[in-house]
């Protein structure tokens, strides 16, 4: 390692030619980057709720719908209902759409003398007050579709967009929303929409803003806080190059073998920025130290290099290993986070290496007053925090135990939580549609429970029915349950119009219904009616509704319902709250009721609920998993380098203080587990552990150079700390540009993970040295050639 780094100060052309090269070729390849937030797409087959999600697109035409909101104070008005009519037939046009369901074409289901019509709710335009009320009460006459076309209120209406199967929803969102923006101007409404393809376009476009917003603000701040530490345009330009070849070389590399930016790794940048520049900081501060007892220039940065590589290369690996360590989370859009930064991280590693030391082999030595002292002033301070820590080392001790007691009591206050609504301001339109929705409408948010019979017809049996509608009125009765809709109900309205609209024929016809029809019979030479009661299969009495119904509507109307051989049948769960602690509620309550009555019939659950609920536990247990095996990855590799496993439990401790201390104050300011503060930890453990690794590699060496052990503390802070300190505020206020971001979650992540940098550094510079003076490990005054326990 030493004769290449060497030779790479030596030969500092083909080095810098090799980087450019390759720069230019993986920077080409980010045109081609895209972004999908479909987290659907990051859940692996071998789910049971992803695969029976993904086997809904066989078997019925439609899986993602959208809701257009029409709002008015004056709902029931002639003008409104003719607004209505017209948006219906509008958006019917949109060859993605499947069908369209509207306050004015939803069917009207009732009784006639000679069976049952079916009609759609608006014939022709209101044109008086008479006309605005029959309207309203045949609207208000279909159970099944009222809620989700008429707000609570009455001051809006909904248009239900069913869409094609294998359309792509994201970017019929986006044309979706410019159409409805044009709209309002043209014709002077208010409509607005929601529904998991505009969640899902909203999302790509705060991806898309936190990139930029986090690329051009992490390079100010960058520039800022490298001019304030090193006063020099090498010290600004070097750690900058670094940063920004790392972010083009990983985001070249996911166009190149075609992962797309999600919402896990848009915020990949700036963490790449924040850690990228660490090494970058470490080496300078150590040239610009040595730089005033030495005037050969290709000298002196090669024997920067050569004292440094080994805790470059140490915390660069940790560093990577922080992050693969989010693969046990088995979430594919984790999984690209933790494997793409650590890729990132690698290349910065790459260039700290070979970059930096073949840049200031060229230029020459220049350093500011400051540097040029025996001591600069913040070295001095550093010292004297050291003999601080030295003389008030058993009260400092004590403090630390105090906190760590305190901070417990916020470890039993944390709880899991997660909103995809929650994630956006309260400010932002789709926030604000999505909770008027769920407040006034039946929600967004929908499980679909998958009912499979044995045979084509089997959804046809009375009994199968009877249990679909045990559910669906048992799912009515949960909190947050807004709506559900069944092919059960449909037969329920049907079985009442077959007879005569009476109130108890509302139900499922039993497996042997007896029926009374009229008859006529020849008395006597003329035609006599009477009345004779007979029996019927229920089976037979619905297959005769359904044909019936489809005879008097579209063939497809049932499409959404049933598949085509009437085998398979999907029973939707719609709820106003997207927390996961109501969703979860449900799902249990749900799977309970299906164990216990529906014995041999099989019904699964999937839906975007559910679906949230998997990633929701898939993280929350992946990433509990994936702190215990960074800490332990961790603690092996710091033990493999130091030659000592007690050396390698040292270098854990600030790792452990500064994740401790952030679950407490997560638990002390309500801040909810979930996806994106789970990760902080992995991240936090990679990044974290690079304070102590330089310290403790620092004060072995004055260890061994024949320090004591209280002496050695003031001289590994005057050198080592000042770096260690520049570099934690650095990596701080890069992460905490995460606050910037559009999305909540990402917010807490930002201040958690530079909260963290702060207590890991303050763990590194404090616990350690006051550990070290007190227990003196012997350890540290044995040469690293061997193994030490």
Not at 521 to 533: C, D, F, P, Q
């Amino acid at each position: 390692m030493k004769k290449t780094l060497e030779w790479v100060v030596r030969h500092p052309i083909p080095v810098l030619l090799v980087l450019i090269l390759t720069t230019g070729f993986l920077g080409y390849q980010i045109k081609n980057l895209k972004i999908d937030p479909d987290i659907t797409k990051s859940l692996p087959q071998n789910i049971p709720a992803k695969r029976l999600y993904d086997r809904m697109s066989e078997l019925f035409p439609t899986k993602e719908f959208i809701m257009v909101l029409y709002k008015s104070d004056s709902l029931f008005s002639v003008r409104a209902i003719q607004q209505i009519d017209e948006l219906t037939d509008t958006l019917e046009e949109f060859p993605e759409v499947y069908t369209v369901i509207s306050p004015t074409n939803v069917k009207i289901i009732r009784s006639q003398n000679d069976g049952m019509e079916v009609k759609e709710a608006l014939e022709e335009w209101p044109a008086t007050a008479g006309d605005i009320a029959a309207f309203r009460e045949r609207l208000y006459s279909n159970p099944i579709f009222i809620r989700h076309l008429i707000a609570r209120d009455e001051k809006a209406a909904a248009v239900l967009l069913l869409l094609h199967k294998d359309v792509d929803a994201k970017e019929f969102a986006g044309r979706l929303l410019h159409f409805l923006d044009e709209y309002n101007q043209s014709h002077g409404t208010h409509l607005a929409s929601a529904g998991r393809p505009i969640v899902n376009f909203y999302i790509s476009e705060g991806v898309a803003r936190d990139m930029r917003v986090f690329f051009n603000s992490g390079i100010l701040l960058m520039l800022v806080l490298l001019f304030f530490i090193f006063r020099s345009f090498r010290g600004v330009i070097i750690p900058i190059v670094v940063v920004m070849a790392s972010v083009i070389w990983t985001l070249g590399l996911m166009a190149l073998v075609g992962s797309p930016m999600s919402h896990a790794t848009g915020m990949m940048p700036i963490l790449l920025m924040a850690i990228g520049i660490a090494d970058s900081i470490h080496i300078l501060t150590h040239y610009y130290q040595k730089a005033a007892n030495e005037n050969d220039r290709k000298r002196l940065a090669s024997e920067t290099i050569q004292e440094l590589w080994s805790p470059v290369v140490m915390t660069s690996l940790t560093t990577m290993v922080g992050f693969l360590a989010l693969n046990t989370s088995n979430h594919e859009a984790l999984m690209q986070l933790g494997i793409f930064t650590a890729f990132g991280v690698f290349v910065a590693m790459i260039w700290s290496l070979t970059f930096v030391p073949a840049m200031l082999g060229m230029l020459s030595i220049k350093t500011r007053a400051g540097w040029r002292m025996e001591k600069s002033p913040m070295s001095r301070r550093m010292e004297g925090y050291g003999m601080l820590l030295i003389h008030n080392r058993n009260l400092l001790f004590g403090g630390i135990v105090v906190v760590v007691m305190l901070a417990a009591a916020g470890l039993i206050r944390l709880h899991v939580e997660s909103s995809s609504i929650q994630q956006f301001p309260k400010q932002h339109p789709l926030r604000q549609v999505l909770e008027y929705v769920n407040e006034h409408f039946v929600g967004i948010q929908t499980f679909q429970i998958i009912v499979e019979g044995e045979a084509p017809g089997a959804i046809k049996q009375p009994e199968v029915l009877a249990k679909m509608d045990s559910l669906a009125q048992f799912a009515r009765t949960l909190p947050h349950v807004g709506s559900v809709q069944s092919l059960a109900d449909f037969i329920k309205i049907l079985n009442r119009a077959m007879h005569g609209d009476d109130p108890k024929y509302e139900r499922i016809p039993a497996p042997v219904e007896r029926e009374t029809g009229t008859f006529f019979v020849e008395r006597n030479g003329r035609e006599v009616a009477i009345e004779k009661t007979f029996e019927v299969p229920g089976a037979e009495l619905i297959a005769q509704y359904l044909q019936l119904y489809e005879m008097s509507a579209k063939p497809d109307e049932f499409a959404q319902f049933v598949d085509f051989d009437y085998q398979n049948a999907k029973i939707t769960v719609f709820l106003n709250d997207d927390r996961g602690s109501v969703l979860n509620n449900v799902d249990r309550q749900i799977s309970r009721f299906i164990q216990q009555h529906f014995g041999d019939l099989r019904a699964d659950i999937t839906g975007m609920a559910k679906l949230l609920l998997v990633v929701r536990d898939m993280v929350v247990r992946g990433q509990t998993l994936s702190i215990i095996v960074s800490l332990l990855l961790v603690w092996l590799l710091t033990s493999f380098m130091f030659r000592s496993m007690l050396l390698g439990l040292y270098n854990a401790i600030p790792l452990f203080f500064g994740i401790f201390l952030n679950f407490a104050i997560m638990g002390w300011f309500n801040i909810p587990l979930n996806v994106e503060t789970m990760v902080t930890s992995s991240v936090a453990i990679g990044v974290g552990i690079d304070y102590a690794i330089h310290f403790v590699h620092r004060y072995r060496q004055r260890i061994l150079a024949g320090d004591d052990y209280e002496q050695a503390v003031p001289n590994t802070m005057s050198t080592a700390g000042v770096a260690i300190l520049f570099n934690s505020i650095t990596v701080a206020a890069g992460f905490a540009l995460l606050v910037l971001s559009a999305f909540k979650g990402v917010r807490y992540m930002g201040l958690l993970l530079a909260l963290t940098m702060i207590t890991t550094a303050f763990g590194a510079l404090t616990i350690i040295p006051v550990l070290f003076v007190k227990f003196q490990p012997a350890v540290l005054k044995r040469a690293p050639g061997k193994r030490q326990i």
